[in-house]
């Protein structure tokens, strides 16, 4: 019996609005994809242009949502485009994916990642049924590596030369989350506000 293709719903958090991830968000993800600084750890070269964001969007918007899925993070009240959080390589049979995240560099440092990946991480545990979450990290890539060790994550392994980028080898750090341990994290959060 195979699982059907899970929605991708709307989620809000205080200040955004997470919503599916479509073929005309290309000008604002283009902000974050064409940066070559805001790629700089991502696992491809930064587009030359919107027509190869766009091109990059089509093909995670085709993607069955049972692998793979995106959220547009935008701000909550104008819909300002501010970066985008995906999950991908889904093994629902194992309980296990993996999350992504970029965001543009003018927002950098506000906080906004953490609240958008704290709302996807909440979709993914308790709705998708996953009991394993993963981020692969460079090692070089201090706010990422700030940002999952925030949300809960746990540095794992180094696993050498993981990636090639434009034909170079490039090693990541393996996170992983556990639901256990989010929602362990997630009573003392609301035992401490509480």
Known sequence: MSEASPDVPTLLTARLRLRRLAEGDAPGLHECFGDPVAMQFWDAPASPDIA????????SVSADTIWHAAWAVLARGDDRFLGMVNYHARQPWNHRLALGWT?????WGAGLMHEAVGAVLAHCFETLDTHRIEAEIEPD??????LAERVGFVREALLRDRLFVVGEPRSILMHALFRPDWRAAAGRRLAHEG
Do not use: F, K, M, V
Not at 103 to 107: E, M, N, V
Not at 141 to 146: E, Y
């Open 141 to 146: 890539n201090h706010r990422s590596l700030r």
């Open 103 to 107: 965001l543009a560099r003018q927002y």
């Open 52 to 59: 190869q964001t766009e091109r990059r969007i089509r093909q």
